[in-house]
Each structure stands twice: as C-alpha cells, then as structure tokens.
C-alpha cells in the first residue's frame, strides 16, 4: 500500500522531471527573472478557442512576453499537457510544441507559425526553429484531448543566455541543453475540455 507521505513524493517526482525548476536550470550569473507571459487570444485559466485546437484550424496563438533581463540572448517555448502522462514507465507531460532560437530582441510570437519545416520564419522571429512534438513532427499541434475531462495547457517561455541551440531538438533535448543557461521564466496555463458526445434522442 503507498502511504500519503511516498505518493506525495512520487507527485513531486514527476512534477520535477517535467521542467528543471528555475534554480536547478538557472544561468550561473545568478536567480532566474520571472516573465509574464500574455497572448491576444488565451486567457490564463480560461479554454482555449477552437482555433488553436484539432477540433478547428489548428493555428497556433500569438504570445508577448515582458520580464527578460539584458542578459537574454533568446527564446524558447513548449506547450505541453501534464494531464497525459506517457509512457507510464517514465511519465512524462505530452508536448503539443516546441519552438527555439528565437530572437533575444522578440517580445513575443506571431500566430499561425508554418507547419511546413522548409517554409521561412516570419522576419520578427527569423532564425527560430521547430522541434518535433508528441506527434513526432516540428510543428504545432493543438489541443485534441479524449471528452470527458478539463486539459491544463502549459505554455513556458524561457529565456536563455545562449543565442543558438542544434536543430532538431525534442522537448527531453531541449530541457537538457537549457540547463545552467535559464535566465528567464514564465508560463501561461489554458485549458481545453472535449465533452462526451450527446446521445441520439430516445436512448
């Protein structure tokens, strides 16, 4: 039988390899600024628009960001899903996306990112790149959850001290190649539910 205080535990394991925590993934030069972190079209805690979800065009939101200190010499970002939890093995968060090398001088990110690898970047975010997701492409994909149930959709920006990262980098490599170069951090927390489908009239 698991005792309260070993599944505390166990919560908090999880909850730790998902993202280093700021001080463990901090930059060398000291404690790592917290960004606020705001898009035209999430609200924190709020449902996320069809749009940027399977359900609809599947675009992705357009993000600001403020906070990041002068150290910064660019960005990165991931949605992922902590409510899907895979493999069981070794559980991990589901990643919806990932995108880095953005610019140090952004101050965000524009909606609708290409899905095409071989398209260009939009000028404001030249140089970024997408690493594969979930899905096992680099683009986004958006919320497409099983009905029933509330998804938490974290988006975490990071900033970093580093201006370029290798190509090709999933959420696990990223995370790695981050570490000692964070000096940035924020989130924003949306959520997306699909609910169960209504039955036909008269069963």
Known sequence: MTTPRLFSALVLAVASVAFPTVSAAQASSGPAAT????????????????QHTADGENTSPAFAWTGAPATTRSFALVCDDPDVLIPP??????VHWVIYNIPGA????????PIDPAAAMPAEIAGATQGPSGFRRPIYRGPAPPPGKVHNYHFTVFALDVAELPAGLTKAQLVEAMAGHIVGQGELVATYERKPPTPPPGR
Do not use: H, M, R, W
Request: proline share 20%; hydrophobic share 35%.
């Open 106 to 113: 952004a101050k965000g990110l524009p909606a609708n990112i």
């Open 89 to 94: 093995t070794n559980p991990q968060p589901f």
């Open 35 to 50: 960004l606020t972190v705001t898009s035209p079209t999430l609200t924190a805690g709020q449902p996320i628009p069809k």
